[in-house]
Nanobody, 121 residues
Framework: QVQLVESGGGLVRPGGSLRLSCAAS????????MGWYSQAPGKQRELVAA???????YYADSVKGRFTISRDNAKNTVYLQMNSLKPEDTAVYYC???????????????WGKGTLVTVSS
């Protein structure tokens, strides 16, 4: 079973920065797309940023110019650099990957357990 270990969340003041990390452990054959989703209290989970294996990126309009997604294929890790944070960025952030493992030999989607980001003064 694929495990995604997220880290980097916490409390930050408006205008501050955080860097989220998500490392996939277990015998992964290949990871295709990687992404970060956010879920604020009482709201649906939504895509914040995504990156393909070749490095093409997507950003939600609300984070363009402030967040940067990147990945290290050798480490099976995806990052989200969050700058100029706003109170409305407060949410639980979930890592999501599309991967093929040695066990399944097919592409499946996997979720992390989430890391809380709180932006408040």
């Amino acid at each position: 079973q694929v495990q995604l270990v997220e880290s980097g969340g916490g409390l930050v003041r408006p205008g501050g920065s955080l860097r989220l990390s998500c490392a996939a452990s277990t015998s992964i054959f290949i990871i295709y797309n990687m992404g970060w989703y956010s879920q604020a209290p009482g709201k649906q989970r939504e895509l914040v940023a995504a990156i393909t294996r070749s490095g093409s990126t997507y950003y939600a309009d609300s984070v363009k110019g402030r967040f940067t997604i990147s990945r290290d294929n050798a480490k099976n890790t995806v990052y989200l650099q969050m700058n100029s944070l706003k109170p409305e960025d407060t949410a639980v952030y979930y890592c999501n990957i599309e991967a093929v493992t040695a066990l399944t030999a097919q592409s499946d989607y996997y979720w992390g357990k989430g890391t809380l980001v709180t932006v408040s003064s």
